[in-house]
């Protein structure tokens, strides 16, 4: 009995001073910025965001990516490549300032220090749609702009007939 009560004792102390091993879990630190693949848009022009995709972590089961063009749809991206997510959308009708963002959710295997499941990190880039239309480029515009600009748009020549 005597022997088994000093056992007991020395199983408890060394339970009690053993280090904790939960793992928890942990988001990358930062994102980065939002580039977009021109700065010169125009309403309804095919536009592509990338972002570089944060990297790190710690105890992560799985990560979301979405991006949201101001304050409608999120979609998912169109690409993961080389590290980068992309996004293609055609650029909004109403000209002025908009934003796009890019969101990455983390979701731990274990809750982080905090208790959160998962973190999200997000950036957003403000962008302005320049008030144009097929008829009306802009003054520095050349054929060759507003075709790239507008491809369903056709160059004239002698033999296109209207």
């Not at 309804?44 to 991006?67: C, D, H, R």
């Not at 980068?84 to 990455?104: D, E, I, M, R, S």
């Not at 060759?144 to 004239?156: C, D, H, Q, V």
Request: with cysteine; charged share 20%; hydrophobic share 35%.
């Amino acid at each position: 009995m005597k022997n088994s009560m000093m056992l007991s004792a020395a199983l408890l102390m060394m339970v009690s001073c053993q280090k904790e091993d939960t793992p928890y879990g942990a988001a990358p630190d930062s994102i980065e910025q939002i580039t977009l693949s021109s700065s010169d848009i125009r309403p309804e022009q095919t536009i592509t965001a990338a972002v570089v995709l944060p990297s790190g972590g710690e105890n992560i089961l799985k990560t979301e990516y979405q991006w949201k063009l101001d304050d409608g749809l999120v979609y998912e991206p169109n690409e993961i490549k080389d590290g980068k997510a992309f996004f293609a959308f055609y650029a909004p009708t109403t000209p002025g300032t908009h934003t796009v963002y890019f969101t990455a959710r983390y979701i731990f295997t274990n809750p982080d220090k905090n208790g959160n499941a998962y973190k999200d990190l997000t950036t957003s880039l403000q962008f302005s749609v320049k008030e144009c239309d097929i008829f009306r480029s802009l003054w520095s515009d050349d054929i060759a702009t507003t075709l790239t600009i507008y491809p369903e748009l056709t160059k004239y020549d002698e033999t296109v007939k209207i």
